[in-house]
């Protein structure tokens, strides 16, 4: 029973998702422009870049705090964390109320390894951020997080259950970034560059493919 209550509580706070949430109120669908995510990526590209670092923060913040109340309240229970963050991000990425396509789950990946130990979350950032800087792909980031963090959390804690379960989930993640890996092989992906560099970005990427949806459609400058 309480497994489940952290099942429960961690998937559905995981379905708040604050990119869609400010799309809606600006008066449109974020999975209907730029990269057609529903993450904080796209916020950056649709809706610029302070409304997308505020996606990123409360993305983390909501899966950093989930998790704290839930092994708060069960603190006995050695899977609490491992069930919880699990069900955020994957929550996160299959919204029921969004027809269950969300956004990717990086950020709330990000916020379970900061409920987990703030000095690993700032080690793996370090990792991520020197393998996204090298290659020039902010997708790098949630790729190399997905890997690290199962492999990083199993050494640490010995508990080989709890790191099947997160590389399972880190498989999702990285599944949900193929339309990424295919842009890159195709050059129509944005670089790392845009977040600085945005009109030179734009001028070189013209459209975005929607792999799913299989069109093509113009990035939005707005």
Known sequence: MNYLICLCLGYFVGTINPSYLFALKKGFDIRKRGSGNAGASNAVITMGKEVGIMCILLDIFKAYSIIKVTT?????????????????????????????????????????????????????LIIGAIFTFAIGYICVLPISASIILPVWYGIASQDVYGMIILMLVGAVVIWRHKENLIRIKNGTELRLSFIWNRQKELDRVKTINIDEDNVEIPVNEG
């Open 72 to 124: 708060y309240l069960f603190p006995d229970e050695p899977y609490a964390f491992v069930i919880t963050a699990s069900a955020c991000i994957l929550g996160h990425i299959f919204p029921f109320y969004m027809k269950f396509r969300g956004g990717k789950g990086l950020a709330c990946m990000g916020g379970s390894l900061l409920a987990y130990s703030p000095l690993v979350f700032l080690k793996v």
